[in-house]
């Protein structure tokens, strides 16, 4: 009897989560940070992933300059599993890049490919999920993602169309994807939500290796090029200087346009284990726990200190002083070393504008 491929995790963990400015800064990304609990959010990752998949098959794609901070936060994953990009190109270059790493020593693998920072709500349900999806990928010729159910008309995020029953393992089924929609208007939301057969975009994968590789040919033949050059100086002394022409001449593309979008052999199937992406303070409103108001209040350390009088909805941060809020609604208000941050939480996502303005003025401590 044939053996099963073994199954590998590949971890994203590039981002610098500037969203999450004052807390998030170039020195302190918000994957090493303890956004959902008192663990950082690599760590949370790379814990729930662990009893499907060991720490010596479990891979994290990073950049040079946080590879310490990551490695410290998870010390039970080899040193030579954090794969560590030159720059930032996006999903797809950093995707490719994992890929000829495992290719190499097991080209029969399977990667479950995750982001560093969302929150799970049933994790069991996660892991179960996941195991369903590997069995498929093992077996077919197909790229499978994870659509998320919709609670609401969410704008944020990026949809999925269901398309026929693909097959079955065990209870769950598995769909073709009909169809990629970028984030939509409310307008358009709505309607996704009407007619029913929409998901989340999760951002989470299972491919067979080989399986990406030959769509990543068909879809990014010059990116495929690449990579397979790179492969070919893997273990070698080259293999740095190979890594750096390498990625200073790829594009930065995201795997879902460059590849899912394209690719005629993807799968789905929808998740239904709770499921937020971390990306800025406002989502926090929606996961954390909250006060009879609706307020949010994130306390770290045991210094800080929050009042809060005939306010609702609100996102708080208080880190060692007290913050004190009056008569507001849907406001987050942030404090985080050096810096505060007051925005309505329906603005939160443009936290970007204010870090372009500091670059701007030549305020680079506070970045």
């Known amino acids: 009897m044939k053996k099963k491929p073994d ?14 400015w004052p807390w998030s800064r170039e020195t302190r990304p918000k994957q090493v940070l303890p956004i959902l609990s008192p663990r950082a959010m690599i760590r949370e990752t790379v814990d729930r992933i662990q009893p499907l998949v060991p720490p010596e098959r479990t891979l994290i794609v990073t950049s040079r300059s946080q590879a310490r901070q990551l490695h410290r936060e998870v010390p039970r994953i080899p040193p030579e599993n954090l794969l560590l990009e030159p720059v930032g190109k996006n999903t797809a270059p950093c995707l490719g890049l994992a890929a000829v790493h495992v290719q190499r020593t097991d080209p029969d693998a399977v990667l479950i490919v995750l982001p560093a920072d969302h929150y799970i709500g049933a994790p069991d349900q996660f892991l179960h999920t996941l195991q369903r999806a590997a069995e498929f990928a093992s077996r077919e010729e197909y790229l499978i993602t994870l659509g998320i159910t919709p609670t609401g008309p969410e ?22 994807a009909k169809a990629f929609r970028e984030k ?24 067979r290796v080989g ?7 068909k879809c990014l033949p010059r990116l495929h090029r690449d990579m397979q050059e790179l492969k070919a100086s893997l273990g070698k002394r080259r293999e740095r200087k190979v890594l750096e022409k390498v990625y200073s001449r790829c594009s930065s593309i995201s795997v879902d346009y460059g590849v ?16 937020s992406d971390v990306g800025s303070w406002s989502v926090l409103g929606n996961i954390c726990p ?12 045991g210094k800080g200190r929050i009042v809060t009088i005939d306010s609702s909805g609100c996102v708080i941060r208080s880190e060692k002083n007290l913050i004190a809020v009056l008569g507001l609604k849907d406001i987050v208000v ?15 996502q443009d936290v970007r504008y204010i870090l372009q303005e500091l670059k701007e003025r030549g305020w680079k401590d506070y970045l």
Not at 211 to 217: D, Q
Not at 260 to 275: D, H, S, T, Y
Not at 334 to 348: F, N, Q
């Open 260 to 275: 899912m979008e394209k690719a005629p052999n993807v799968a789905l199937i929808e998740a239904r284990f709770g499921w």
């Open 290 to 301: 909250q006060d009879p108001q609706g307020n949010v209040r994130i306390q770290r350390g």
């Open 7 to 20: 199954v590998y995790a590949v971890i994203m963990a590039g981002g610098g989560g500037t969203r999450f």
């Open 334 to 348: 942030a404090e985080a070393g050096d810096a505060i941050l007051v925005c309505p939480r329906d603005r939160s």
């Open 211 to 217: 399986v990406f590789l030959e769509a990543l040919e």
């Open 184 to 207: 939509p208007t409310l307008q358009k939301a709505k309607a996704y939500l009407r007619r029913g057969d929409y998901l989340w975009n999760s951002g989470m994968f299972i491919w």
């Open 155 to 176: 704008t944020g995020y990026g949809y999925i169309q269901k398309g026929p029953v693909l097959g079955r393992v065990g209870q769950t089924e598995v769909f073709r």
